[in-house]
């Protein structure tokens, strides 16, 4: 199936119901007074977030959605049936925006979460609700409020721990299906990777990270150029990105220092924080080179980028590196996780009111 991660729907929630106008007549009761009840409320569009679902591929057949108008009020004081809410379902990680006024509305980050798009009309009042000790007659009822309805663009960004950046060819494919069980598309000419894949690496039972195999970049590709530019912005939700480095690139005379700051000037033009996310150089396809020259490839790129962070060397095909870039990545989420689970409690913590006990005294 195609991936398609940007879909644009229109959705209308349902118009309240009309208030009723009605009297009570009933045989030996004169004088029976206002019963007109109130309309019932219109139908609410949602999405739901549904994990076994991972495109958008739906809504380019389907693009319209209503949700049901609400009854109006009938007499004896009945109140019209609320109009039927309906669930649009939607990847896990999309976020939704208003097309006419560029408004966020909200992010879909959780299974079964819902989360509200469009708000149903309210029902109009039923002349009951206008009887008065002046009025005891009232003929006046209201319509009900009319439904919101919206455009929405909904993107869908890769919710990953661990990004995979580099150029076409670079190795990330085969590095997710040597750490994982995902199996996307490996061949040796670019651009073999057409939509992003997510696997699982598990190290125990209870420690793991989810990987993001992203499209290959080339130049230009913030500006639009190749296949990159879509996936760019599922790279915002990673935690750490490991930039692949071929060692032994398709053309001979290819400048590793100068692949890596291309990388970097994309991931800048693009978004800054990008370019501010802890990434580490993961050199690949060390197989294919003697060890001496491996050696001396990747120190001559260390010493010339004046690379400070973390760099791995590895290969995917023989297995080569691959624990320690796995163990590596887990031990550096959990103290992300301990310093941010850290940073939470002291935050609760200076926003509790002090009990009396705790006043300074004066």
């Known amino acids: 199936m195609k991936f398609v991660d940007e879909a644009q729907i229109e959705v209308r929630a349902g118009d309240g119901g009309n208030g009723a106008v009605s ?29 076994g679902l991972n495109t958008l591929v739906d809504f380019r057949h389907q693009r319209k959605f209503l949700a049901e108008r609400g009854h109006n009020g009938k007499g004896q004081q009945r109140t019209g049936a609320k109009g039927g809410d309906i669930e649009i379902r939607v990847p896990v990680g999309t ?23 469009a708000q149903g009309g309210r029902g109009g009042r039923g002349n009951v609700q206008f009887k008065s000790s002046t009025n005891r007659s009232p ?9 919101d309805q919206r455009r929405l663009v909904m993107q869908l960004k890769v919710l990953a721990d ?26 040796d000419y670019p651009f073999t ?57 398709l053309e001979e005379e290819a400048d590793l220092v100068a692949s890596v700051r291309a990388i970097e000037g994309e991931l800048a033009k693009f978004d800054q924080e990008l370019i501010d996310k802890p990434r580490w150089l993961v050199f690949s396809k060390s197989d294919l080179l003697d060890p ?26 023989a297995k080569q590196g691959l624990d320690e870039l796995r163990f590596a990545a887990m031990e550096a989420m959990e103290e992300a996780r301990r310093q941010r689970a850290e940073a939470e409690r002291d935050a609760q913590s200076d926003a509790r009111a002090p009990l009396p006990w705790e006043q300074p005294a004066e």
């Open 23 to 51: 009297f009570r007549r009933e045989k030996y009761i004169p004088l029976g007074g206002p019963d007109g009840g109130d309309g019932g409320d219109g139908g609410s569009v949602y999405l739901l977030g549904d994990e």
């Open 95 to 117: 976020v939704v925006e208003d097309s006419d006024t560029g408004e966020i509305i909200g992010d879909v980050l959780q299974h079964r979460q819902r989360l509200l798009v």
């Open 139 to 147: 003929r006046r009822a209201t319509h009900g409020t009319p439904g």
């Open 162 to 187: 661990v990004g995979l950046l580099g150029f076409p060819n670079a190795g990330k494919s085969t590095l997710i299906r040597a750490m994982s069980a995902a199996t996307p598309r490996v061949a």
């Open 193 to 249: 990777t057409l939509h992003p894949h997510l696997g699982v690496v598990r190290l125990e039972t209870d420690r793991s990270f989810v990987i993001a195999d992203i499209p290959g970049l080339i130049e230009g590709a913030a500006e639009g150029a190749g296949l990159g530019v879509h996936f760019l912005k599922h790279l915002s939700r990673t935690g750490l990105l490991w930039h692949l480095v071929d060692l032994a690139p």
């Open 292 to 317: 001496d020259e491996v050696a001396v490839r990747v120190t001559q790129t260390l010493q010339a980028l004046d690379w400070q962070g973390p760099h791995f060397v590895i290969s995917a095909v």
